[in-house]
């Protein structure tokens, strides 16, 4: 606090050799992410805020993003589009493989057991999701109470080792923590309305994707320098490959509800 002053004096400074007044009155939030939005073309990647009734009584306020706006932004991202697994010259059968090596997603049997289904023309691309879910803690302690569940997810033609960079994800959804609710609202759930409750959450976070899975992927132009700068247009395939997370997640995920303990109870 006591160089603040100094800071202040110096972005002064530093605004008027540029002709810049700082404005009287701060300029708001939202206006600057429309500015940025703008400049950046980023429109479609804003979150979305939607209400939806829960069992047991109230109501969810759900953020969500456009699936497929986050994964034009995945396979534009300029670290990454040019070491996609990709047989540009025939997108549908894969690339190459030692069959006695299993590394990379792409070479399981999964992959190419899918690839088969599902690839059924010329320009069809097998490109799997891979997603992960897990509890933030916000509150000290980690105490669950100020928590949420974020839904990511990252391609499987990507390499692995561009998959464990935090900017090789987007993010889907936010699953927000049920608990955290007025008390005259919680004592009226029943036991497994909270597991139908996140179901509904999860239905929302998953409706972009599950449309254009529906309707038999996602039409996408490339373009490739190995092609001699010509465009590559293919049609991706999004099946879910798998989904990270720990064994609590999961069992929420599955539809599952139970106590989890560290306590072995003996009999």
């Not at 993010?171 to 955290?180: A, E």
Request: glycine share 6%; net charge positive; with cysteine.
């Amino acid at each position: 606090m006591a160089h603040l002053g100094t800071i202040w004096d110096w972005n002064y400074s530093e605004a008027n050799s540029y002709n810049y007044d700082f404005p009287t009155t701060p300029v708001h939030r939202s206006r600057v992410l429309n500015q940025y939005s703008t400049r950046f073309q980023m429109h479609e990647m804003h979150s979305k805020q939607t209400v939806i009734p829960l069992e047991g009584g109230g109501l969810g306020h759900i953020t969500h993003f456009n699936f497929e706006a986050m994964l034009n932004s995945l396979l534009s991202d300029p670290r990454i589009r040019d070491s996609l697994i990709v047989n540009w010259d025939n997108p549908s059968k894969g690339v190459r493989r030692d069959p006695s090596h299993v590394s990379d997603v792409h070479t399981a049997k999964w992959f190419f057991q899918t690839q088969k289904r599902m690839c059924t023309e010329p320009d069809h691309l097998l490109c799997p999701i891979i997603l992960a879910c897990d509890r933030a803690h916000c509150d000290e302690g980690g105490k669950s109470r100020l928590s949420l569940e974020s839904m990511l997810f990252t391609l499987a033609i990507i390499p692995q080792e561009l998959r464990t960079q935090s900017w090789a994800w987007r993010p889907l959804g936010y699953l927000n923590n049920l608990h955290l609710a007025p008390s005259s609202e919680i004592s009226t759930r029943l036991r497994g309305q909270n597991i139908c409750n996140t179901h509904r959450m999860l239905h929302l976070i998953f409706a972009d994707m599950h449309r254009l899975q529906k309707a038999g992927g996602i039409i996408k132009t490339f373009l490739k320098s190995s092609s001699n700068g010509s465009d590559v247009t293919v049609t991706l395939k999004i099946p879910i490959a798998f989904i990270i997370g720990d064994c609590k997640g999961h069992d929420v995920l599955c539809g599952r509800y139970a106590s989890h303990s560290i306590i072995l109870l003996w009999p």
